[in-house]
């Protein structure tokens, strides 16, 4: 049996940025053969953040719809690690449930080339700052 976990929640705010038809309160979900191709195609990315799954779709610096892939990206920039860029690619399956189907560090190229095409959508809110 498939080891499934709750990774995330379609939320309004992606939706709207996006212009999504996707409904709001959508569970997002991994499964085991998501973390298995994430294992065999990313190891050693998914070996750093694989943890970081649910803070990545909870609190991405960006979002993005993939132009020929029905899919949502999200991506969080990790200051702390030489600015990695950590995208987590979520797409609905036939039945429309949503799958976290892979995670990766991008490459510089790649995050030029999203910038270039003005792809990122910015997510994250300022903090704010308590004196």
């Given at each position: 049996m498939?080891d499934?976990?709750?990774v995330?929640?379609?939320?309004?705010?992606?939706?709207?940025?996006?212009?999504?038809?996707w409904?709001?309160g959508?569970v997002?979900?991994?499964g085991?053969a998501?973390?298995?191709?994430m294992?065999?195609k990313h190891?050693?990315?998914?070996?750093?953040?694989?943890d970081?799954?649910?803070?990545?779709?909870?609190?991405?610096t960006?979002?993005c719809?993939?132009?020929?892939k029905?899919?949502?990206?999200?991506?969080?920039?990790?200051t702390?690690?030489?600015g990695?860029?950590v995208l987590v690619a979520?797409?609905a399956?036939?039945t429309?449930?949503?799958?976290?189907?892979?995670l990766?560090?991008?490459?510089?190229?790649k995050?030029l080339k999203?910038?270039?095409?003005?792809?990122?959508?910015?997510?994250?809110?300022?903090t704010?700052?308590?004196l």
């Open positions: 498939d499934k976990q709750i995330g929640v379609l939320n309004k705010k992606v939706i709207d940025i996006l212009g999504l038809s409904k709001e959508s997002i979900i991994c085991e998501n973390r298995n191709h294992r065999v190891p050693e990315d998914f070996k750093q953040y694989g970081k799954l649910i803070e990545i779709i909870g609190h991405p960006y979002i719809k993939h132009p020929n029905n899919s949502i990206e999200y991506i969080k920039v990790f702390a690690n030489n990695d860029h979520v797409r399956s036939g429309g449930i949503l799958f976290a189907r892979t990766f560090i991008m490459t510089e190229e995050v999203y910038k270039k095409k003005n792809a990122l959508k910015p997510y994250a809110t300022s704010k700052i308590i």
